[in-house]
């Protein structure tokens, strides 16, 4: 049951920074953000790999679609450095895992 919390945990998290940072992205450029927010929101939903990755930029299978893929870079890229002006818990705590992740990606 604990193990079910998680993921669902981390899924919720992982959903609401990439909304976040597709919102922020969105408000200086053209296109729809909620198509991109939901296109996200039901591959995450239906991640097989939740409970052992931290974030889709970390895992080995990529399921998004080249052109949106290519998308939700842009996104991150420009929202990324964003989201600690805007959302400054959000961007903390998502550094904290990714460096976690890649010192254990390390240490294997």
Do not use: W
């Amino acid at each position: 049951m604990k193990r079910n919390k998680n993921v669902n945990k981390k899924r919720e998290d992982e959903m609401r920074l990439v909304t976040e940072m597709i919102r922020l992205y969105y408000k200086k450029h053209e296109g729809d953000a909620q198509e991109l927010i939901d296109y996200a929101a039901m591959r995450i939903s239906k991640c097989p790999f939740m409970e052992t990755k931290t974030f889709c930029s970390a895992c080995k299978v990529h399921c998004y679609e080249k052109a949106k893929r290519e998308q939700i870079r842009a996104v991150m890229r420009r929202s990324g450095p964003r989201m600690l002006f805007r959302h400054p818990i959000l961007a903390i705590r998502h550094l904290i895992v990714e460096r976690k992740q890649k010192k254990e990606l390390k240490t294997v």
